[in-house]
């Protein structure tokens, strides 16, 4: 009863922000993601019936504040196998944690598939979508290589993720960490209290929508220009939506803005690259892989190294 599985972390392309239903996690509006290669978590499962208690280790060090998340979790596979075997989950995150880079995506991806195998339940990767997405929203896309949707759905079984493309072709994101710290406010929290406070959160599902229809035909043309500016809209019109919430929510730094700027400076010169952020400071530019290097290039005029990471497309989760 025992099984190990790595997840990588996606970015959306067209973001999730707020739900309908919180139990289930039903969410106001489907989304899509690019899952990444350089980004991902491993993580160990182990049942036993002589187990007197739940044990959570992240990077090798126990961890009691995240374990209650993931006894809860675990407990909606327990109750489908009708066991209350304890567990015990080793986890190690090549992600930073808690910083806008979706390590929560990778985490409850690796650890459901990982559950999934060592309790021979032998969901489908749809099937198990939708219990991963009630450990985290986004983890649903994290399943899948390539580009992912998640469709909002209207019930638990309804609300799940496929592989809409396998992203063979020129894409890549050029990830600018801004700062790796553990963010003040969750993704939960905040996009909670935008939807309870934000007088713009009610234009926000129906212009994900319609995003994300015209990011559908982007990405079957494979055009990367349009796939790009789609993307950077519906970005800044979520943070927008959260910054009108009340108290505001605002991830952006003075270092984000600055790289934003050289974002706008690169498609001055010519280059196709564009940008989106999530609940955090840090900012990923959609480019062609190709050309990952001379962004890159650009800006290490006004960034350090280990500032600025390319990453390609990354595969499904995969047991190891
Ligand atoms: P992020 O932007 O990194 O996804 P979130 O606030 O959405 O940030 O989620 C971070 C939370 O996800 C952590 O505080 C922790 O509760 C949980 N988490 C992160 N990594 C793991 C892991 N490897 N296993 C289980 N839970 C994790
Ligand atoms: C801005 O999936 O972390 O990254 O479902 O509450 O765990 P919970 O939220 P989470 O939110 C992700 C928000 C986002 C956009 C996205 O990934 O679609």
């Given at each position: 009863?025992?099984a190990k599985v790595r997840a990588h972390?996606?970015?959306?392309?067209?973001?999730?922000?707020?739900?309908?239903?919180?139990?289930?996690?039903?969410?106001?509006?489907?989304?899509?993601?690019?899952?990444?290669?350089?980004?991902y978590?491993e993580?160990?499962?182990?049942?036993?019936?002589?187990?007197?208690?739940?044990?959570?280790?992240?990077?090798?060090?126990?961890?009691?504040?995240?374990?209650?998340?993931?006894?809860?979790?675990?407990?909606?596979?327990?109750?489908?196998?009708?066991?209350?075997?304890?567990?015990?989950?080793?986890?190690?995150?090549?992600?930073?944690?808690?910083?806008?880079?979706?390590?929560?995506?990778?985490?409850?991806a690796a650890?459901?598939k990982a559950?999934?195998v060592?309790?021979?339940?032998?969901?489908?990767?749809?099937?198990?979508?939708?219990?991963?997405?009630?450990?985290?929203?986004?983890?649903?896309?994290?399943l899948y290589g390539?580009?992912?949707?998640?469709?909002?759905?209207?019930?638990?079984?309804?609300?799940?993720?496929?592989?809409?493309?396998?992203?063979?072709?020129?894409?890549?994101?050029?990830?600018?960490?801004?700062?790796?710290?553990?963010?003040?406010?969750?993704?939960?929290?905040?996009?909670?209290?935008?939807?309870?406070?934000?007088?713009?959160?009610?234009?926000?599902?129906?212009?994900?929508?319609?995003?994300?229809?015209?990011?559908?035909?982007?990405?079957?043309?494979?055009?990367?220009?349009?796939?790009?500016?789609?993307?950077?809209?519906?970005?800044?019109?979520?943070?927008?939506?959260?910054?009108?919430?009340?108290?505001?929510?605002?991830?952006?730094?003075?270092?984000?803005?600055?790289?934003?700027?050289?974002?706008?400076?690169?498609?001055?010169?010519?280059?196709?690259?564009?940008?989106?952020?999530?609940?955090?400071?840090?900012?990923?530019?959609?480019?062609?892989?190709?050309?990952?290097?001379?962004?890159?290039?650009?800006?290490?005029?006004?960034?350090?190294?280990?500032?600025?990471?390319?990453?390609?497309?990354g595969p499904d989760a995969s047991i190891i």
């Amino acid at each position: 009863m025992k099984a190990k599985v790595r997840a990588h972390a996606n970015i959306a392309l067209i973001k999730y922000w707020g739900k309908e239903d919180e139990v289930l996690a039903i969410p106001n509006n489907s989304s899509l993601s690019l899952t990444l290669d350089k980004f991902y978590t491993e993580t160990e499962v182990e049942f036993s019936s002589e187990f007197t208690s739940d044990e959570f280790y992240l990077n090798g060090v126990k961890d009691d504040a995240t374990l209650s998340k993931v006894s809860n979790f675990t407990d909606l596979f327990r109750k489908l196998k009708g066991i209350n075997d304890r567990v015990i989950v080793r986890s190690v995150n090549y992600v930073p944690t808690a910083a806008g880079l979706a390590s929560s995506a990778s985490a409850f991806a690796a650890l459901g598939k990982a559950i999934n195998v060592s309790l021979d339940l032998n969901l489908s990767d749809e099937e198990l979508s939708t219990y991963v997405r009630q450990g985290s929203g986004s983890a649903t896309r994290s399943l899948y290589g390539g580009l992912v949707q998640w469709t909002k759905g209207n019930s638990h079984e309804s609300s799940k993720a496929v592989r809409i493309d396998p992203a063979n072709f020129d894409i890549g994101m050029v990830v600018v960490i801004v700062n790796s710290k553990e963010k003040k406010i969750s993704s939960r929290e905040g996009m909670k209290q935008t939807v309870l406070t934000s007088p713009f959160y009610p234009a926000w599902p129906s212009e994900a929508e319609k995003d994300l229809d015209l990011m559908k035909v982007a990405i079957k043309n494979q055009d990367l220009e349009a796939i790009g500016k789609i993307a950077e809209n519906n970005a800044l019109k979520m943070h927008a939506t959260m910054m009108a919430a009340n108290p505001a929510i605002i991830y952006m730094e003075e270092k984000s803005m600055q790289a934003i700027r050289l974002v706008h400076e690169l498609r001055a010169e010519g280059i196709t690259a564009y940008f989106t952020m999530d609940a955090g400071p840090n900012v990923k530019i959609i480019c062609q892989l190709s050309q990952a290097e001379v962004i890159k290039a650009k800006l290490l005029k006004e960034f350090n190294e280990e500032e600025i990471i390319v990453t390609g497309v990354g595969p499904d989760a995969s047991i190891i």
